[in-house]
């Protein structure tokens, strides 16, 4: 599919858990597409897990993006939550001191792993204002109501609709277990809407006394503020199923709302079965996981399986990927090097965009790829520099709807890029010795500068077109 490709040609499918079946997308507004993607909770640094959403909803970004669609994508931060506020009671320091420096953790990883910026990325503490006016319009409704400083979300007057997204039946629901009592709610399924304040939390004004939101109400507030009253895409973890993305749905169109249209789930990052939390002790913080592999490297591991599919991770598994990623590196470098300008408006093969097309199936994209990398080394050893040019277009032109072009400035601007010149330099001098040392017959020469090289982590490959080097892995 060429770029600039009219709409109008494009069926892209994804599956909507409120429905359970896979539905044509189909915006609210032709040729714009709107997505809210529940961000970090920022009383922790990322994990893996944690950035497996971003990574693959960054892969949808894109992909509407390739389409033509004129996207707004709204990526959240909680910014103060129960757990927020724990953390900082542990370390006696102010909720924001705790939010700063893990929002800040989130970003650096987001940015580390390729994700593009979000259109916008609010904060939920600065939408307060959004958060009681949803709150006034549902007590007018008769769908929430105060006591004792709290407002709470009355389920029984939304019960037709409320478990649908779950596909659970409201008499089989326990009770929320937002609060530390359930006495002033007239049924202990009632979500706060409203904490009212406690001593030594943070706390604001609002018709019904001083307090904080509750997590549900700062997604709807933030969702809505920026993408509209109904907008597109909904996305997340599958495990903000229920109570989360339950709650939001239910206060956001008892208020009159359409909300979003279509919901997508994320698979959770398992580690021996279980799902990968602080509170195990099994989270591998993105810095840890940056000195196994290469950013790169570990976006290809995230992008990998379907993003519906859940990942027991595994340092195997792990290693497997980063193998899978150099070989179709080792592909593109080589060719760049005898195709100089690539065709960045070069069709997709059509086998990638059904693959996409078919609710971002980049298990199957990434094979196509792969077949493509298997042709063009082939045609690379048979020097057909016009199939050459052919097939590394187009594995580009895949690898950049993916996040994962090795030319892309992304990765190719890393901190020693200055260095790599000066190494690139030294490398020169010593395969034109090597070179020389062939040239008069000198093998054992050539053999020990290789040999040298090689103990200083450099590889070199012998090519038709001469010698190329890179570093071991």
């Not at 920022?42 to 990574?55: E, L, N, T």
């Not at 407002?151 to 629901?173: H, I, P, T």
């Not at 990434?366 to 590394?392: C, P, S, T, Y």
Request: glycine share 8%; with cysteine; net charge negative.
């Amino acid at each position: 599919m060429a770029l600039g490709v009219s709409l109008a040609f494009v069926s892209l499918n994804l599956y909507d858990t409120s429905t359970r079946t896979v539905r044509e997308f189909v915006p609210v507004e032709p040729g714009r597409a709107s997505m809210y993607l529940c961000g970090a909770t920022v009383q922790a640094p990322p994990h893996i897990g944690h950035i497996r959403s971003g990574v693959n909803f960054d892969v949808l970004n894109r992909w509407l993006t390739r389409q033509g669609y004129d996207v707004t994508f709204c990526r959240n931060v909680t910014d103060l939550d129960d757990k927020i506020i724990r953390v900082a009671a542990a370390e006696d320091v102010p909720w924001f001191v705790v939010s700063e420096r893990n929002q800040r953790a989130f970003t650096w990883a987001y940015d580390q792993l390729g994700c593009l910026p979000p259109t916008v990325e609010p904060r939920a503490m600065g939408h307060v204002p959004e958060m009681i006016e949803l709150m006034r319009r549902l007590i007018d409704k008769g769908h929430a109501y105060a006591a004792g400083g709290d407002v709470y979300f009355d389920v029984m007057s939304y019960a037709d609709r409320y478990g649908k997204l779950s596909n659970q039946k409201l008499e089989n629901m326990r009770a929320a277990g937002d609060t530390d009592t359930d006495s002033l709610k007239r049924d202990p399924r009632d979500f706060a809407l409203w904490k009212g304040a406690k001593p030594g939390e943070p706390t604001w004004p609002t018709p019904w006394g001083r307090g904080r939101p509750g997590w549900h109400l700062e997604c709807s507030a933030m969702a809505t503020r920026y993408l509209g009253e109904t907008f597109d895409i909904h996305g997340g973890g599958v495990d903000l199923i229920f109570p989360h993305h339950e709650n939001e749905i239910a206060q956001s169109q008892a208020a009159g709302d359409g909300f979003a249209r279509y919901w997508l789930h994320n698979g959770m990052l398992l580690l021996g079965g279980e799902k990968m939390s602080k509170s195990l002790g099994n989270s591998l913080l993105i810095p840890e996981m940056l000195r196994k592999v290469r950013p790169v490297e570990l976006r290809y591991y995230l992008v990998a399986a379907h993003y519906r599919s859940p990942i027991d991770y595994s340092e195997e598994a792990l290693q497997e990927a980063a193998a899978g990623y150099r070989r179709i590196e080792g592909f593109v470098t080589r060719a760049a090097e005898v195709i100089h300008d690539v065709d960045a408006a070069a069709p997709l093969p059509q086998a990638f965009v059904d693959a996409m097309d078919d609710d971002l199936n980049v298990s199957q994209a990434l094979a196509v790829i792969h077949e493509v990398v298997r042709e063009g080394n082939v045609a690379l050893a048979h020097g057909n520099k016009e199939q050459v040019a052919r097939l590394l277009a187009e594995t580009q032109n895949m690898l950049d709807v993916l996040g994962l072009d090795p030319r892309s400035e992304q990765w190719r601007t890393t901190g020693d890029d200055g260095l790599r010149e000066v190494v690139d330099a030294l490398v020169a001098v010593a395969l034109e010795q090597r070179q020389a040392a062939r040239a008069r017959k000198d093998y054992a020469a050539a053999d020990a500068i290789r040999d040298q090289l090689a103990a200083a982590g450099i590889i070199v490959e012998d090519t038709p077109q001469g010698p190329r080097w890179e570093l071991a892995r």
